[in-house]
């Protein structure tokens, strides 16, 4: 469910009016700080209503996972506080100390104000006591996003049409990755295609001046852990994606295995969807990802944030391993349409759930330094 808190001195007004929004259709519960409705698409919501003075406190309160807020509140008692989601107290005299925003509050506890994506007690606490916080990726930060199926394969636009929009969102560069042939039923690219996608997009490169779109592939990694075509050919692009898309069900030690042959390709730049997770609806398949991990920390291999709703393939608890073993992330949308190029909004995310700052993700490289990783 979806809860929304809000502060006001009269909570009944805003209940009234959020219980009879157009989008509302039924009210499943109505206290005198709380309401709980049911959206048209089936989604619930409660509304919380609480007053100006106790809403840094519940909003923190309700932000967190229980485990950060234990531990919050540890933190309090052993300053002689009393901490909840309607204040923090001292201890004797219940003496509210009085705060204006969350960021009081943290203050109030000896430590810089944590983001809310880092509230899950993973070591966010300890290193707000020691001014230690990473200063997370933003979107401003991102200059290009890659992994796009055009209408070359199963997407529903045309390079130039993802490639202006793309622009028009302020993006630098991005990079296409049409499917592979093996991929027939998602009308995967021949040799000759990618040839002619190569044309087209050498074409639109020469008449952009602030933009540049990469060549790339999302090569299907084949049962033997080889990629789609031969490493000659795969020499004409500026990089590869290599994903699984078949043959889910191998035992943890075959995979592994085969995802790491595709990581010993030179030409493998950077792994798609990792671990084949479709989310509430198919788990992934078995893979060693401490391995992977492993091995990509040694090979220099990207590993991808797969921005779409579905799948926030990697996971953002193995982001943040990756994120201290000093892997790559890249957050990408894998847009098959134009509103797909949104997903890269989860991405980030996901990438900021996992610790991850400007210099852990490729998308914050500049042209140059991109064009430069990538021939390298
Ligand atoms: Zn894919
Ligand atoms: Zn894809």
């Known amino acids: 469910d979806i809860d929304v808190l809000a502060s006001s001195e009269d ?18 519960g109505k206290g005198h700080t709380k309401t709980s409705v049911r959206l048209k698409g089936g989604i619930a919501v409660d509304l919380r209503v609480v007053s100006p003075e106790q809403y840094p406190y519940a909003l923190h309160h309700f932000t967190g996972s229980k485990e950060h807020n234990t531990k919050m ?51 966010e606490i300890e290193a707000a006591l020691e001014n230690k916080l990473p200063k997370l990726v933003e979107s401003k930060d991102m200059l290009g996003i890659f992994h796009f199926h055009s209408h070359y394969s199963d997407g529903s636009n045309s390079i130039a049409e993802l490639a202006e929009e793309v622009k028009r969102q302020g993006y630098r ?32 490169n020469s008449k952009y001046k602030d933009f540049h779109i990469f060549k790339g592939i999302e090569s299907d990694i084949l049962t033997d852990g080889s990629l789609d075509y031969s490493n000659d050919f795969l020499k004409n692009l500026d990089f590869v994606i290599a994903s699984v898309h078949s043959q889910f069900r191998m035992d943890k030690e075959s995979m592994t295995k085969r995802i790491s042959t595709a990581m010993d390709n030179p030409h493998t730049t950077m792994l798609g969807h990792i671990t084949g997770r479709l989310l509430l609806s198919r788990d992934g398949y078995e893979v060693d990802l401490d391995k ?26 193995w982001v943040k391993k990756a994120k201290e073993m000093g892997i790559r992330i890249m957050i990408n949308p894998d847009a098959h349409s134009l509103s797909e190029i949104a997903y ?14 400007k210099k852990d993700v490729l998308n914050c490289l500049d042209i140059d330094a991109i064009k430069k990783f990538l021939h390298n």
């Open 11 to 28: 909570a009944e007004k805003v209940m009234d009016h959020f219980s009879t929004l157009p989008t509302v259709v039924d009210v499943t």
């Open 73 to 123: 509140r540890h933190i309090a008692k052993s300053m002689g506080l009393k901490m909840n989601e309607y204040g923090l107290f001292s201890d004797e005299g219940n003496e509210n100390i009085p705060c204006s925003s969350e960021e009081d509050l943290f203050k109030a506890l000896g430590m810089t104000y944590i983001p809310p994506e880092l509230r899950e007690d993973m070591g």
């Open 173 to 204: 560069y991005m990079g296409m990755a049409d499917h592979s042939r093996s991929a027939y039923y998602a009308r995967g690219l021949k040799e000759e295609d990618i040839l002619r996608q190569i044309e087209e997009i050498d074409e639109l």
């Open 344 to 357: 890269t909004s989860f991405g980030i995310a996901m990438a900021r759930k996992g610790w991850c700052e």
């Open 292 to 317: 992977i991990l492993g091995k990509a920390a040694q090979k220099g291999t990207v590993l991808e944030i797969n921005a779409n709703p579905h799948r926030l393939d990697l996971d953002w608890r």
